[in-house]
T-cell receptor, first 115, second 113 residues
Framework: DVKVTQSSRYLVKRTGEKVFLECVQDMDHENMFWYRQDPGLGLRLIYFSYDVKMKEKGDIPEGYSVSREKKERFSLILESASTNQTSMYLC??????????????FGPGTRLTVL | DAKTTQPTSMDCAEGRAANLPCNHSTISGNEYVYWYRQIHSQGPQYIIHGLKNNETNEMASLIITEDRKSSTLILPHATLRDTAVYYCIVSIRGGTSYGKLTFGQGTILTVHP
């Protein structure tokens, strides 16, 4: 069974802290994505990566960075957490190619609260 | 990517077919229609996709109009576990998009006993 796992389901951090959200997939997928989901705004793409050490900005990259040192792991970093980054964070992966690019497998999400 | 319009919410009786509409009047020739759903407290789940022909898999059927300006996702025998938010997305495949999807607000489908 294919799997995308995220390091925490719930996380509480303080303003100004550096926060790491980890995502691991066991499907040997090249593409990985980070979204955030907020009520009334739907899912919004923060960053994505199409290969190890490669990254592309999504629609709302401000305040975030990412790291992809290994194929199976994609990390989202909040350099200095702020209260407006309180959200549900979702990681996804997919195989590259015309047949599979948009069939993304999602993790269960991390609900981050910044106090 | 083209934008989509979906009803905010729909109800369906258990065991009946659920027909979820989606308008995508500005879809371009190389854009596919994708459907995902998100059950409460879970990540989204891929359901089905199509270009212009109708498609069916073990989860659902997708009917795309001839002009491709709208589509309908059909859950033939809805169960309580189908209660979820359903997202209709149009997107090109491959190339520099790298499978980048834009999720809208979706339709909240509630299946009643």
């Amino acid at each position: 069974d294919v799997k995308v796992t995220q390091s925490s389901r719930y996380l509480v951090k303080r303003t100004g802290e550096k926060v790491f959200l980890e995502c691991v997939q066991d499907m040997d997928h090249e593409n990985m994505f980070w979204y955030r989901q907020d009520p009334g705004l739907g899912l919004r793409l923060i960053y994505f990566s199409y290969d190890v050490k490669m990254k592309e900005k999504g629609d709302i990259p401000e305040g975030y960075s990412v790291s992809r040192e290994k194929k199976e792991r994609f990390s989202l970093i909040l350099e200095s957490a702020s209260t407006n980054q309180t959200s549900m964070y979702l990681c996804a992966s997919s195989l590259p190619g015309l047949a599979t690019d948009n069939e993304q497998f999602f993790g269960p999400g991390t609900r981050l609260t910044v106090l | 990517d083209a934008k989509t319009t979906q009803p905010t919410s729909m109800d369906c009786a258990e065991g009946r077919a659920a027909n979820l509409p989606c308008n995508h009047s500005t879809i371009s020739g190389n854009e596919y229609v994708y459907w995902y759903r998100q059950i409460h407290s879970q990540g989204p789940q891929y359901i089905i996709h199509g270009l212009k022909n109708n498609e069916t898999n073990e989860m659902a059927s997708l009917i795309i109009t001839e002009d491709r300006k709208s589509s309908t996702l059909i859950l033939p025998h809805a169960t309580l576990r189908d209660t979820a938010v359903y997202y209709c997305i149009v997107s090109i495949r491959g190339g520099t998009s790298y499978g980048k999807l834009t999720f809208g607000q979706g339709t909240i489908l509630t299946v009643h006993p």
